[in-house]
């Protein structure tokens, strides 16, 4: 179409919507404010009121666009509809002029930049008949975002026969103003492709969706929805599109376009939509007719284009004998001064009934949750990943040194190994010997007794209830172990067999131990190490310290092992200084064992004695007793003047051995968690910053390329780290822009 400074009388007088001088100057100056935060690319992060042109391709789309702004789009190889175009509409009594724009919100790798870079394409235009060369231009320049624009600017005006990009997210930017021009600003996006054909590309197809979705899923969004007649609706994908990011239609505006294609007879199903009874819109949909490709051809200026739109509205049936209520949705006018009081409307419910304060705080929101996200990252790689690597590796020794020592929680290594050293001190414990001082025949009618003297040291669930050794199978083990000795006497092997029967018995528990304090140590280092070491590099620092620490543990726990065996073999030989709790323990278990059998042999004897001192003649022996000279004779004393039992000699046995169990046992069960804490839990923390050193190599003469290399951002995280930073750059430009208009 070409383009004269004529215009319809509708604009000439006045205005529409943010052109209407009745409204507020306020609202006029909202509009330039949205225009400008748009500048900064921050509706990518904020959602700003805007107007999107979309449509299937062939839809009439362009030319809507035409007759909205009063210029010619290039038409030439459908480059117009490859990148978006904005339209920045502004009244102004000064001459007409446009000024064409690149704004680029991608780098040439596709990835987002952090404010907007715009770049005027061009000297300011006067002559509408040099946009459309000037839009064919700017257009080649965003496809090819790694030439330079002055190459196209200055260049033959021809289209190239491979692009750079088939489609980019990048737009050519119109900021258009002067007499006649309604104050309007929308977004023409590329139109929706159905098939590429056999020289396109399919992933084209999802890739002008995606473009299109990224601006209509946003609330503040209107959706200018552009269906051709001459199409089945049902087919035509933008209207699919649009429903399901506004399934309400309350922010599209519906726009039927090439009613003069429409098939005879099919006329009615048309204007359905017009009167609101099929897909309605809170909206509306509107209709309108542009000028044929053959009008386009014959160069029909942009005011008898509108004077032959309003011709075929008053005369062709059935749009000319629509109620006059009806009559409002037709023409380019109405619909042009419709979409100006929309947005009007839009920017006045965001920035004034919602207040700029509320704006400010919503970019203030976005401005700290960035800067949040950008702290909770990693820090960047140092410049000196030398000192970084050294550094890390201290802090992490510190914090090994400060859990092997101690920490106050219920968690820590100190706490846990406790807990296990608890239940290996049961485990021995159950090993003692069972004795019992009546015959096996005897064990169904004989209830045995716990000592009561081991109650403060033990718990009835800490002896063995199997296993037992009745007092004529010691017996007849020490009269087979006699050899040359004299009567009364007995090998002192037969004692060292049952002490070495029980002490075989605790190797396992030993080992399981050590075991149990090992996997709880690899465990607690694992935390440790992903700690200080999971968000360094792309971990390979961590991969490695976990592997040399697991290493440096496995060591530890081969010697710690070792003198758990040294300390076994030391318990094969029986051997004691502790003589005093040897012989009490002794005098102990063998009354113990004693009275036992008095029960069982002498159980009225033994009855007497413990009912004393109810019982008259036990009372009336102790008096006696005391008045002959023998003090301190107690009744259980009384028992010693029983028959001599024959199994005397077996009792002595008896409590030798489990006396010697009380001592041998107390020992290790200390010994043994002792060597463990020195050997592998301290023995870990003794020179680990020396052995992660020297494994590293950090000291060497390699030692700086190798911090560098175990210092290396993952590009995934340098990615991340980059996006935010921009958004943030973004939002911060938008903010200063934002409070300067405040």
Known sequence: MSNTASSMSDFDEGGVGLANPDLSGRRRVLLDLINRLHSTGAQVDIDLPQIAVIGSQSAGKSSLIESISGITLPRAAGTCTRCPTECRLAHSIDCWKCIVSLRFIKDPNGQLLGTARNEQFGDIIYDKEDVEERLRRAQRAILNPKRRPSEFLDGEDEDLIDNQLSFSANFVSLQISGPGVADLSFCDLPGLIASTGSAGNDSDINLVKSLVESYICKPSCLILLTVACETDFENQGAHHLAKTHDPFGKRTIGVLTKPDRIPSGEESAWVAFIRGEKEALDNNWYCVKQPSSTDIKNGITW???????????????????????????????????????????????????????????????????????????????????????????????????????????????????????????????????????????????????????????????????SDFIYVEDVHARALHARTRELPGNFPFVVKQAYISRFVAHWHMPAKALCREVYALLGRELDQIVTKHFGSFGQRLLEQKVRLYIHECLKLHLEATEAKIDWLVKLEDRPYTLNTHYLGDYKHKF??????????????????ALASKPTNEDVSAILACCTRIGISGVKAVDLGALLPHDEMEHALEIMADVRAYFQVAYKRYIDNVPLAIDYDLVQGLDRGLLVTLYERLGIHGAKGQEICKELAQESPQMADRREELTKKLERLQTAYQELMQSS
């Open 303 to 465: 005011s008898e284009a509108r004077q032959r739109e309003n011709d075929f509205f008053s005369t062709v049936d059935p749009w000319a004998s629509l109620d006059s209520v009806y009559q409002r949705y037709l023409r380019t006018s109405n619909l042009v001064e419709r979409l100006s009081h929309i947005l009007s409307d839009l920017i006045s419910k965001r920035l004034v009934v919602y207040s700029l304060p509320d704006i400010r705080s919503e970019m203030e929101r976005a401005i700290e949750k960035t800067l949040h996200q950008i702290y909770a990252m990693p820090k960047p790689p140092s410049q000196n990943p030398l000192q970084e690597v050294s550094s890390l590796l201290s802090e992490f020794t510190r914090d090994v040194s400060t859990h092997v020592e101690g920490v106050s929680d219920e968690e820590g290594i100190i706490q846990r190994v406790r807990l296990a050293q608890e239940q290996f001190k049961v485990a021995i414990r159950r090993t003692a010997p069972a004795f019992r001082p009546f015959s096996k025949a005897q064990a169904g009618s004989c209830a045995w007794k716990r000592p009561s003297f081991l109650s403060s040291e033990e718990s009835p669930t800490d002896t063995q209830e």
């Open 590 to 607: 063998l009354n113990h064992y004693k009275t036992q059998r008095q029960q069982t042999a002498h159980s009225s004897v033994a009855t």
